[in-house]
């Protein structure tokens, strides 16, 4: 029902900034909660942030606040994630995820769709 394809990822040096997109095929894309998670080698894939369908509510996981940015815009069916200040333990392939729930959710098994991910690797 639901495609969503990541973009923008690449090779950065710790300090620098990326901002990655996710388009969604979705006739309605604005119903959808947005989620960003990443998984590195080795390890579970991790909630990241959230955006609401509206683009009005937001939340972090803890080890990004301050530094990542969610955000939408529904008019080009694409979520963004602003990542700026990066650390070689940010280094992951980043995933984003549709929900189609009525609350915003940071478990993985809550998504009902998911793209194919994008690789982000940090240099230290």
């Known amino acids: 029902q639901v495609q969503l394809v990541e973009s923008g990822g690449g090779l950065v040096q710790a300090g620098d900034s990326l901002r990655l997109s996710c388009v969604a095929s979705a006739r309605t894309f604005s119903w959808y909660n947005m989620g960003w998670f990443r998984q590195a080698p080795g390890k579970e894939r991790d909630f990241v942030a959230v955006i609401s369908g509206s683009g009005i509510t937001k939340y972090y996981a803890d080890s990004v606040k301050g530094r990542f940015a969610i955000s939408r815009d529904n008019a080009k069916n694409t979520v963004f994630l602003q990542m700026n200040s990066l650390k070689p333990e940010d280094a992951a392939v980043y995933y984003c995820?549709?929900?189609?729930?009525?609350?915003?959710?940071?478990?993985?098994?809550?998504?009902?769709?998911w793209g194919q991910g994008t690789q982000v690797s940090v240099s230290s």
């Open positions: 995820a549709a929900d189609g729930g009525r609350t915003l959710s940071s478990g993985r098994n809550e998504y009902d769709y």
